[in-house]
Nanobody, 112 residues
Framework: VQLQASGGGVARAGGSQTLSCVAS????????MAWYRQAPGKKREMVAQ???????DYANSAKGRFTISRDNAKNTVYLQMNRLKPEDTAVYFC???????WGQGTLVTVSS
């Protein structure tokens, strides 16, 4: 499996950004996927997870603002981020949970 994340960039506080992660090489519909982020000087933390059956889970910091979803036909997992805050600034990584595989990361910068 290879993971290719995209969609990062600069956003204003209060704005929105959508990240995408395309997986290739395995049957995507059976994969459990997650988004993590790592802010400068901080540990990598889980943001959201989505299981193969569509069940989702969120970090407290993401609840009510972020939505993780998947499109199995496109082998893609998304992270819709709304009401962005400067503290959301980080490199965002997608992960294939079962084999602990990581994509290359995409930088999101939220300006105040």
């Amino acid at each position: 499996v290879q993971l290719q994340a995209s969609g990062g960039g600069v956003a204003r506080a209060g704005g929105s950004q959508t990240l995408s992660c395309v997986a290739s090489g395995r049957s995507f519909k059976n994969l459990n996927m997650a988004w993590y982020r790592q802010a400068p000087g901080k540990k990598r933390e889980m943001v959201a997870q989505i299981w193969s059956r569509g069940i989702t889970d969120y970090a407290n910091s993401a609840k009510g603002r972020f939505t993780i979803s998947r499109d199995n036909a496109k082998n893609t997992v998304y992270l819709q981020m709304n009401r962005l805050k400067p503290e959301d600034t980080a490199v965002y990584f997608c992960q294939e949970y079962d084999i602990d595989l990581w994509g290359q990361g995409t930088l999101v910068t939220v300006s105040s």
